[in-house]
């Protein structure tokens, strides 16, 4: 079993900053890479960073130069430090791991529940 926890999600006004933290724990070997997707009300989910164990990031060019994410090896934990954000970035924000387990050895693609961002005057 392996399973994600997000936590930071809130309101916050526009131009204001966020960090949205995800752990992972259960039947892990190794965490391949780990990421942040959110999906707005209307929308579909989008991806808006990742990051491998290596360092490797990608972001959206929606938030490239204000979300940040950062990984943590030895806590299994991921980071999404968000700034100066926008109406446009209210979503609901899903942590997503490529996790090896430990039995049945076997890579797993897991996400969080969410946590919500509402950015809002």
């Known amino acids: 079993q392996v399973q994600l926890v997000e936590s930071g999600g809130g309101l916050v006004q526009p131009g204001g900053s966020l960090t949205l933290s995800c752990a992972a724990s259960?039947?892990?070997?190794?965490?391949?890479?780990m990421g942040w997707y959110r999906q707005a009300p209307g929308k579909q989910r989008e991806l808006v960073a990742s990051i491998t164990t290596g360092g490797s990031t990608n972001y959206a060019d929606s938030v490239k130069g204000r979300f940040t994410i950062s990984i943590d090896n030895a806590k299994k934990m991921v980071y999404l430090q968000m700034n100066s954000l926008e109406p446009e970035d209210t979503a609901v924000y899903y942590c997503?791991?490529?996790?090896?387990?430990?039995?049945?050895?076997?890579?797993?693609?897991?996400w969080g529940q969410g946590t919500q961002v509402t950015v809002s005057s």
């Open positions: 259960g039947n892990i070997l190794a965490i391949n890479g």
């Open positions: 997503n791991a490529a996790v090896r387990q430990t039995w049945p050895l076997k890579v797993l693609d897991s």
